[in-house]
C-alpha cells in the first residue's frame, strides 16, 4: 500500500483522532425482521423517518464541527438497516476490511461501500465466505477483540488473524441477544473501557479489569439505550446520548468531554453513535 493510501486509511484504536470516517442516512431505516431487544420492543410503534434524519443531521454536524470529515454513502430502499455503516466494514491498521453480512436484510450493503472505496481509489480486503460485522470488532493498539455473535463466526476470526500478524487477536463470547460486541463493551481510552457485565463471561471481565485501569460498568437500562455504543473522536471527547446520564456522569467525572446528541430515533432499530460510523482514519492526538 503507498504512503499515499497510508494517509487515507488507518485505525489503530477506537479514541485517537478521528479525520475521517463513513456514514448513511437513515432514510429508508425500518424495523422490517426484528433482530434485538431494542427492535422488539419498538416494532409497533415504528421509525419515525423525518425524526431519524433530522437526528442523524445533527450529529453529521457536530461531527463536522469537530474536524471529521463525514463521508456520506448513497442510501437505498432495499437495505433499511444501511444507516449503520460499522458492520459493513473496518479499519485495521492501514487496511479496509469489507465484512461478509451474515443476515439477508444486510447483504448487498457491502457492495455500495465496495462501490465507493473503488471510485476513490481505496484497496480494501474483501472478506468472503466467513460471516464478520464490524461491530463485533474493537481494536486497541496492538489488541483486537472480536466477538462472536449471531453476525460474527469463529471461521471469520480464524479467517483474518493470521492476516493480522501485528495484533493480538482475542475471541470475546457474550450473549447472543445484545447483537454485537460494541453493545456491551467499547474503549474510550488507553486505560478506560465500559462494559455491561451481566453479558459477558466472568472470565472476559477480568480480563478488561486486567487490561483497563478504571472499567465503567453500564446498568441494564442504559445498556438498553445502548450506553457503551458511544463514538469517541479524540482528545477525550465523546459522542453520548443525552438520556445516559449514568454513562455520561461517570465519563466526565473521568475527564471526558461529553458532547451529548440526540439519536433516540435512530436507536430504536438497535444501534448508536458508534453502530452509525465506519472510521477509516484516525490519527494518533500530538
Known amino acids: ?3 499515499q493510501e497510508e494517509n487515507k486509511t488507518s485505525c489503530y484504536s477506537e479514541y485517537d483522532v478521528l479525520k475521517r470516517v463513513i456514514l448513511c442516512q437513515p432514510q429508508y431505516m425500518t424495523i422490517r425482521d426484528v433482530i434485538n431487544e431494542t427492535q422488539r420492543h419498538f416494532k409497533d410503534e415504528g421509525i419515525h423517518i423525518e425524526r ?3 437526528q442523524h443531521e445533527a450529529m453529521v454536524s457536530t461531527l463536522r464541527q469537530n474536524g471529521v470529515e463525514v463521508i456520506l454513502l448513497p442510501y437505498h430502499k432495499k437495505y433499511p438497516e444501511q444507516v449503520f455503516t460499522r458492520d459493513v466494514g473496518f479499519t485495521l491498521g492501514n487496511t479496509v476490511f469489507v465484512a461478509d453480512m451474515a443476515s439477508k436484510v444486510r447483504q448487498g450493503e457491502d457492495d455500495v461501500l465496495k462501490q465507493w472505496l473503488e471510485d476513490e481509489g481505496f484497496s480494501y480486503y474483501n472478506i468472503i465466505g466467513d460471516n464478520i460485522e464490524g461491530g463485533d470488532v474493537i481494536i486497541d493498539r496492538d489488541t483486537i477483540f472480536i466477538g462472536l455473535s449471531e453476525r460474527t463466526n469463529q471461521k471469520a476470526v480464524d479467517h483474518i488473524t493470521p492476516l493480522l500478524s501485528k495484533f493480538e487477536v482475542k475471541a ?3 450473549k447472543a441477544e445484545y447483537l454485537h460486541l460494541d453493545c456491551v463493551f467499547n474503549v474510550v481510552s488507553p486505560d478506560i ?3 455491561y457485565p451481566d453479558a459477558l463471561t466472568e472470565e472476559d471481565i477480568q480480563l478488561f479489569r486486567s487490561k ?7 446498568s441494564e437500562e442504559e445498556q438498553f439505550t445502548l450506553g457503551t455504543n458511544v463514538l469517541s473522536i479524540g482528545n477525550k471527547k465523546v459522542l453520548s446520548l443525552p438520556v445516559n446520564k449514568g454513562v455520561n456522569k461517570e465519563l466526565r467525572d473521568r475527564g471526558f468531554e461529553v458532547i451529548e446528541v440526540d439519536i433516540t430515533e435512530i ?3 438497535g444501534g448508536s453513535f458508534r453502530c452509525c460510523t465506519l472510521p477509516i482514519l484516525r490519527a494518533s492526538a500530538s
Do not use: G, N, P
Open 267 to 269: 436507536i430504536k432499530s
Open 212 to 218: 483497563y485501569k478504571d472499567v465503567i460498568e453500564v
Open 1 to 3: 500500500m503507498s504512503t
Open 52 to 54: 431519524a434524519l433530522e
Open 172 to 174: 470475546i463470547q457474550f
Open 193 to 195: 473501557a465500559i462494559i
